[in-house]
């Protein structure tokens, strides 16, 4: 896919919707949604910390990453 669509798609998809990182077990979890959130962003960020630059930012656990997109 050529850089022009690619920034098409993830200029609609940031202009349609919000994206949030969540925890693994986010749905069964006690503590309040802010601890929750501050936790899933410092997990995404440790993951980051995980990645390597190559040509871009490569992740080493990409499957790790959960995300919750929601429509505005």
Do not use: Y
Not at 3 to 13: C, M, N, P, Y
Not at 17 to 43: F, H, I, Y
């Amino acid at each position: 896919m050529a850089q022009v669509e690619f920034v098409t798609v993830i200029a609609t998809l940031f202009h349609e919707c919000t994206v949030e990182s969540v925890l693994e077990d986010d749905s069964s979890s006690r503590e309040p949604a802010t601890e929750n959130a501050t936790k899933a962003r410092q997990g995404l960020l440790d993951l980051m910390q995980d990645s390597q630059p190559r040509l871009t930012l490569q992740m080493n656990r990409p499957k790790d990453v959960r995300l919750r997109w929601t429509r505005r």
